[in-house]
């Protein structure tokens, strides 16, 4: 049987768009045992996969067959109660956190757990500030005093206003040649930003509620756009609530940068920074080298499902 290998640039459940050679696009499925055998997963393929797969007898599609080996991945919990987690992007460059001061708030527990879950998978992340057209003096403090928080951790921050158009070229800049991943609440600005970026994309854009202040969800599957200018974006459902997966209790903080640097300063090798005497940790949170809230997101995140974040 004719075999042939591409990029999955869209998922849709069951069925996989693949573009391959020469720029065409085919669909694919995968065979029930492919499906199953070992993943733990309710999507065994994700955007971003390299995979090889067979062609059907009439050239219509293809089986997908195997997958290469991945470089890294970014998953959400699964509503499904019957598997523990849905891949949303692999092999990505970035992911782009996007968040807001304002319609909707972004809050500092879904930004930290976002960043561990990159951490853990090995995802550089960018935070990027949308909507500072909508911003008044306090939310504009805020913003500068997150800002400086996680520049400050290691983590790169930008502003940009898609109304005004602000920031937006340097967004372009930086994601030339790479594949990126953006993320964010839903009514962030997620596919707004693809359109601005390339308008022949016109991706549909959701309203804000008035009573909630979010987004609608307008992104049902993950998918990946390459546009006019050579960028690839993986546009990702809205996420709420993004999780991670088999962290446990006592790894936690290795994926909290700072958290780690300052756990060299503890006097027990196996302390997890809660009630330990001489801990190097929340010295530094006393001292205010590190941000209060980060640390008490840290907390929070151990006292959840006893430890192991689903």
């Known amino acids: 049987m004719k075999k042939g290998k591409g990029t999955v640039i869209k998922s849709t459940g069951g069925q996989y768009l693949v573009k391959i050679e020469d720029n065409k696009v085919i669909s694919c499925s995968i065979r029930g045992l492919f499906r199953i055998k ?17 062609w059907m007898e009439d050239g219509s599609g293809g089986i997908i067959t195997s ?58 992340v960018i935070i ?20 400086s928080v996680y520049s400050d951790i290691g983590y790169r921050c930008m502003q ?20 990126s991943v953006i993320s964010g609440n839903s009514g962030v600005g997620k596919s707004t930003l693809i359109n601005v970026l390339d308008p022949t994309i016109r991706l549909k854009i959701g309203n804000i509620s008035e009573y909630h202040k979010t987004g609608k969800h ?67 949170v006393e001292q205010g080298s590190i941000s209060e809230f980060r640390y008490i997101n840290y907390l929070m995140m151990m006292e959840e499902e006893g430890g192991k974040y689903r």
């Open 38 to 54: 070992g993943i733990r997963a309710t999507n065994p393929v994700a955007v971003g996969d390299h995979v090889g797969f067979e």
């Open 67 to 124: 997958i290469r080996e991945r470089s890294n991945y970014i998953i959400r919990k699964s509503s499904n109660l019957s598997k523990e987690y849905q891949l949303l992007a692999t092999n990505v460059d970035f992911a782009w956190l996007m968040i807001s001061m304002t319609m909707p708030r972004t809050m500092t527990p879904f930004i930290d757990r976002f960043l561990v879950s990159a951490e853990a998978y090995r995802i550089p």
């Open 128 to 147: 990027l500030f949308n909507k500072t057209d909508l911003y008044g003096e306090a939310e504009h403090e805020e913003m500068n005093y997150l800002s």
């Open 160 to 179: 940009m206003s898609l109304q005004t158009r602000d920031g937006v070229e340097e967004v372009r800049k930086e994601m030339a040649g790479k594949v």
């Open 218 to 284: 307008t992104t049902t599957f993950s998918e990946m756009f390459e546009l006019s200018s050579g960028i690839r974006i993986i546009d990702t459902p809205g996420i709420r609530g993004f999780g991670t997966i088999d962290i446990e209790r006592e790894e936690l903080f290795h994926f909290f940068p700072e958290i780690f640097r300052a756990s060299k300063k503890c006097k027990f090798h196996n302390c997890i920074h809660l009630h330990e005497p001489d801990c190097g940790v929340k010295e530094e």
